[in-house]
């Protein structure tokens, strides 16, 4: 069974530009999430969506940020425009019972 | 709310020497209790959870930590570490129990083993 797969591994771009990171989850997982770390600090949640609708989005950190899951399979997270406080690494999650959740090796994104 | 404190940002250990990674959380529930390890390069993977069965939760890799209530804690053990246990260790706590809303992280500890 292929785990959860995100691309790309890593980004750079320049501040005021847009990138999109993608999330494959696992077939069959309905829940998927996106986590970010920044700077070393704690891994903290930014959304939760069960099949294509956010179910919960309180730890997006503002409007730059949006994510989508169209016919809830995979799933984008996009940053339009780019500062330097987003660098950080970003983490998809899958899981299908809800107790556990199974991560991808993160997106690691450099905004110079 | 629900908050995880890991108490060690580091820790190093001899190859073969037993390993405590320390883990205190607040929550308003029973919760369900989780570590993930990261090596370099690599994905979060789970390696044991507690979900309100057996106190004392075995993982992969001779991993194993108890949930105390009494003391809030969920202390990840190893008798013995090898090399390769090397990694960046997340205790991490679900909020509510079982929905899986929300993982919260702490900020981690990075395990160093020497030869």
């Known amino acids: 069974e292929a785990g959860v797969t995100q691309f790309p591994s890593h980004s750079v771009i320049e501040k005021g530009q847009t990138v999109t990171l993608r999330c494959d989850p696992i077939s069959g997982h309905d829940n998927l999430y996106w986590y970010r770390r920044v700077m070393g600090k704690e891994i903290k949640f930014l959304l939760h969506?069960?099949?294509?609708?956010?179910?919960?989005e309180s730890g997006m950190p503002n409007n730059r940020f949006l994510a989508e899951r169209t016919g809830g399979t995979y799933s984008t997270l996009k940053v339009q425009p780019a500062e330097l406080e987003d660098s950080g690494v970003y983490f998809c999650?899958?899981?299908?019972?809800?107790?556990?959740?199974?991560f991808g090796q993160g997106t690691r994104l450099t905004v110079v | 709310a629900q908050s995880v404190t890991q108490l060690d940002s580091h820790v190093s250990v001899s190859e073969g020497t037993p390993v405590l990674l320390r883990c205190n959380y607040s929550?308003?529930?029973?919760?369900?209790l989780f570590w993930y390890v990261q090596h370099p390069n690599k994905g979060l993977q789970l390696l044991l959870k507690?979900?309100?069965?057996?106190?004392l939760v075995k993982g992969i890799n001779g991993f194993e930590a108890e949930f105390k209530k009494s003391e809030t804690s969920f202390h990840l053990t190893k008798p013995s570490a090898h090399m390769s246990d090397a990694a960046e260790y997340f205790c991490?706590?679900?909020?509510?129990?079982?929905?899986?809303?929300?993982?919260?992280f702490g900020t981690g500890t990075s395990l160093t083993v020497i030869p």
């Open positions: 999650a899958s899981s299908h019972s809800r107790t556990e959740a199974f």
């Open positions: 969506f069960v099949k294509e609708s956010k179910q919960d």
């Open positions: 929550s308003s529930y029973s919760p369900s």
């Open positions: 507690y979900t309100s069965a057996a106190t």
């Open positions: 991490v706590v679900s909020d509510p129990p079982n929905t899986g809303n929300q993982f919260y």
